[in-house]
């Protein structure tokens, strides 16, 4: 299986074992969140394309002409950086000023960035140099590669970006492994660099002129982390939609709301798709076909449709802003070779990410709002449930903790919710003086989708418990297959118990959950 249809003829030389389509090959065809999923949990291997590999030699070769032809200075190749761009480098000191650069710039502090997205920053950063618009080796990326291919990644730190000049500190971090300095994470262990080098034979590679700059401009710290966030928030939508649909039935819910009929008059497409699943995931269900009392549900449950169908749609529009971003060209100066033209430029700066990220953080907080709510009306008594799903309440507490845990977290995803992309700050002595901010908007999104997979959690241990009260009315098939893989994990209460156990199980639950993928990106 090739997903950018360019034809390769393996070498079994190079892959003596591996069969053709273990490899995913960089090109310029797109890259999009289907083929990132196929690569990632096929753990496939990385290769260039024939066209990948040209583009990279001919920007080389174009690069080393023009320094033989031209003595002027060209920002980044024989200059210094920053506020010190008017610095000539002479030609004898650009290996220097490159190694020089990657060694300073690694300034990285805070906490370590995890395996998943050091592992997606690698095969980004070799995406965006394979189009031949970087001036980088063909060494050098293919030492990126044998890096991600062989599962040796460097030791990160989440503090240091600004989000324009690049990711300039975690991407100096990624790259110092590459001159046989900083640390690596190889076989479940925490070594130097220089040591993985030695086992592989390797020798440090020596960085020409520009290298240095097009490795640490960009912007795959916060591509990465954005294309992490929107796996798991895919993920997080489809469960959060299903275990909306087991609390409809365990709150004894109208079905009307849901009618295909109230969504065709304000079609927003992910209100629409919200309000289908819900008719889906609760087909042939006892207690949504029985007639209701209840004339209205509380917004929490109506409104479902309307609220997890924004953020659906804010899904869809991060989705398109960083499909664009991890198939383009980031770094600074980019080289034209048809135009013959090396240009001094601003695509590293990480604005448009910036605000995909904060926009997306506050969609994800928004969802785990609206589930907290839902938990919220389960433990009240109402509807016929006793108060806080317990069958002796007042001895004991039953689910009357859950819900404050889950108010808590709402309530810290408020706050991470705070757009970082408001605030800038000047640096470099002024030459760099508006930054996007969007590295602390990946970090921090983070945090919000990991407190959402908490509140889900919280609400399908509410929604089971609760559902068990309605027996022997069933629910739907969908749903009583979902609440019988749950039950083997987290059990009916019939009396107080250490929570946090099985909210720990519940979460665990939610993080082994595999869906197709097919109805992820639907």
């Not at 299903?242 to 709301?257: E, T, Y």
């Amino acid at each position: 299986m090739q997903f950018n249809g360019v034809n390769k003829i393996i070498d079994t030389n190079q892959h003596p074992i591996l069969p053709m389509d273990s490899f995913h090959y960089i090109s310029s065809a797109v890259l999009d969140l289907h083929v990132l999923y196929d690569i990632i949990n096929n753990k496939k291997k990385l290769d260039l394309s024939d066209e990948a590999r040209v583009n990279i030699e001919k920007s080389r070769h174009y690069l080393n002409e023009k320094i033989k032809q031209n003595d002027l200075p060209i920002y980044g190749i024989n200059t210094g950086f920053g506020s010190l761009c008017n610095v000539k480098i002479a030609a004898k000191n650009l290996t220097q000023l490159q190694q020089n650069l990657v060694m300073s710039h690694a300034c990285g502090t805070g906490n370590l960035v995890s395996k998943p997205i050091i592992r997606l920053m690698l095969l980004l950063k070799i995406q965006s140099l394979s189009y031949g618009n970087s001036g980088v080796s063909l060494q050098t990326v293919r030492r990126l590669m044998d890096f991600y291919n062989e599962d040796i990644l460097p030791v990160i730190y989440e503090q240091g970006s600004l989000g324009a000049s690049g990711d300039l500190a975690p991407l100096a971090h990624m790259s110092l492994p590459l001159l046989g300095k900083g640390e690596v994470y190889y076989n479940n262990e925490r070594i130097t660099a220089e040591s993985v080098l030695k086992k592989f034979d390797w020798k440090p590679i020596e960085l020409q002129s520009k290298e240095g700059l097009a490795l640490l401009n960009g912007t795959q710290f916060m591509s990465a982390h954005g294309v992490y966030a929107l796996l798991e928030s895919y993920k997080l939508c489809y469960l959060a939609d299903a275990i909306g649909a087991v609390s409809i039935d365990a709150f004894n819910c109208n079905m009307s709301p849901f009618d295909e009929l109230v969504h065709m008059v304000r079609p927003h497409r992910g209100q629409i798709k919200t309000a289908e699943r819900l008719r889906e995931f609760l087909k042939g269900s006892e207690i949504a076909e029985n007639e209701k009392e209840n004339v209205q549900d509380p917004y929490s449950f109506r409104c479902i449709p309307q609220v997890h169908g924004a953020t659906r749609d804010t899904l869809a529009f991060v989705r398109k802003t960083f499909k664009t971003e991890i198939n383009s060209v980031t770094d600074n100066p980019n080289i034209f070779i048809e135009a013959d033209k090396i240009i001094s430029g601003g695509n590293f700066h990480g604005q448009p990410l910036a605000l995909a990220l904060d926009y997306l953080a506050i969609a994800m907080a928004e969802m785990g709002n609206i589930s907290e709510r839902r938990i919220y009306q389960l433990v009240s008594g109402l509807r016929g449930l006793p108060t806080f799903l317990v069958e002796n309440p007042g001895l004991n507490s039953g689910f009357m903790i859950p819900q404050y845990t889950a108010a808590s977290i709402v309530s810290q995803n408020k706050q991470y919710a705070t757009p970082a992309s408001i605030d800038s700050i000047i640096s470099s002595n002024g030459q760099e003086d508006h930054v996007s901010m969007g590295a602390n908007g990946a970090t921090k999104l983070l945090k919000v989708i990991e407190n959402i997979s908490t509140i889900l959690a919280i609400e399908l241990f509410n929604a089971s418990q609760a559902l068990h009260f309605r027996e022997p009315a069933k629910t739907s098939p969908f749903l009583t297959e979902l609440l019988d893989a749950f039950r083997a994990e987290v059990p009916i209460l019939r009396e107080d118990q250490v929570m946090s156990d099985h909210i720990r199980h519940a979460k665990e639950f939610i993080a082994n959950y595999t869906i197709d993928q097919d109805l992820l990106f639907d």
